[in-house]
C-alpha cells in the first residue's frame, strides 16, 4: 500500500487535533490494522515534534537578534520611545518563550491514574447499612461500601475460595488497587478479562489503570485503544489519555 499525501495531511490534522470525532476513532482503528501506516503516523509524530522544536529555536535565535540590534553602537536610535518599545518587545518575546518552557505540563502515568481512577461501585449486591451482616458474604460488600478496603479485601478472597465469581473478582481488584497492592491487583484484572466476557470493558479500563499506576505505559497503551473503539462510558476517556500520552 503507497501512503499518498492524503494519508501525511491526515495525520498531521490528527496530531493538531483536528479531526471529528467519527473521523479520529476511524484514524485510530487504523493505526491498529494497519502496520504500514501505523510506522508513517510513528515517522509524522517525530517529525511534528521536530518542527515545534525548530519554532521554539526561531523564537531563541530572534530575540538573540534583537538584542544584538539594542547593543550595536552603529545603530542609532532616533527617538527614546522607540528604544523603550523595542526592549519592551524583546522582554515579551522572552517572557513569552519562558512562559511555554515552564508550564507545558508533564503528563506521567501517576497523573493519569490519580486523575482518572475511581473505585467501582458495588452494583452486584448493594447493601443497606443499617441492616444486621448475618453472613461474611454480605460483610464483604458492605465493607467495600464503606471504604474499608483491606478488610473487603480479606472476605473477597474466602469468597473467591468458595466460588468463582466475576462481581467479587472486579470488587477485589479494586480493593487492591485502593490498598496499592498493584500487582495483585493486575492478576485480578487480568484473570477477569480472561473469563468473563461481560466485564470485558471494565476489566481492560482497571487493568489500564494498574498498569498506568506502575508506570507500565507500554502496557496500557494497547488497553487504552482498544477501550476507544469501543461503544461503553470508558471510549471517551480512553481516547482523551491516549492523546495525553502520545508525545
Not at 491498529?32 to 522544536?53: N, T
Not at 506521567?108 to 444486621?132: A, G, I, K, M, W
Not at 458492605?142 to 466460588?163: D, H, M, P, S
Request: hydrophobic share 40%; glycine share 4%.
Amino acid at each position: 500500500m503507497n501512503h499518498t499525501e492524503k494519508d501525511i495531511e491526515l495525520i498531521e490534522k490528527y496530531f493538531e487535533d483536528d479531526l471529528s470525532e467519527f473521523d479520529t476513532q476511524t484514524f485510530q482503528r487504523r493505526v491498529q490494522a494497519d502496520e504500514e501506516f501505523r510506522a508513517l503516523v510513528e515517522q509524522e509524530k517525530y517529525i511534528v515534534g521536530a518542527i515545534r522544536m525548530q519554532g521554539l529555536k526561531d523564537e531563541l535565535d530572534s530575540l538573540k537578534r534583537m538584542e544584538a540590534l539594542l547593543k550595536d553602537p552603529e545603530i542609532k536610535i532616533a527617538q527614546p520611545i522607540d528604544r523603550r518599545w523595542y526592549i519592551l518587545a524583546a522582554a515579551m518575546i522572552a517572557l513569552l518563550i519562558v512562559a511555554r518552557i515552564a508550564f507545558t505540563p508533564t503528563v506521567t502515568t501517576e497523573n493519569l491514574y490519580e486523575d482518572n481512577y475511581r473505585p467501582y461501585p458495588n452494583v452486584f449486591e448493594p447493601t443497606v447499612r443499617s441492616q444486621s451482616r448475618t453472613d461474611e458474604r454480605t460483610e464483604a460488600f458492605l465493607e467495600y461500601e464503606k471504604g474499608n478496603y483491606g478488610k473487603a479485601a480479606r472476605l473477597f478472597r474466602v469468597q473467591l475460595e468458595k466460588e468463582n465469581n466475576d462481581g467479587i473478582l472486579l470488587l477485589l481488584g479494586n480493593c487492591n488497587l485502593m490498598q496499592g497492592n498493584t500487582n495483585e491487583a493486575i492478576t485480578n484484572f487480568s484473570q477477569l478479562l480472561d473469563q468473563s466476557p461481560e466485564l470485558s470493558i471494565q476489566a481492560k479500563w482497571f487493568l489500564s489503570m494498574a498498569h498506568l499506576k506502575n508506570g507500565d505505559k507500554a502496557r496500557a497503551m494497547p488497553l487504552l485503544h482498544e477501550l476507544s473503539t469501543t461503544d461503553g462510558s470508558y471510549a471517551d476517556k480512553a481516547q482523551a489519555m491516549i492523546k495525553e500520552l502520545t508525545p
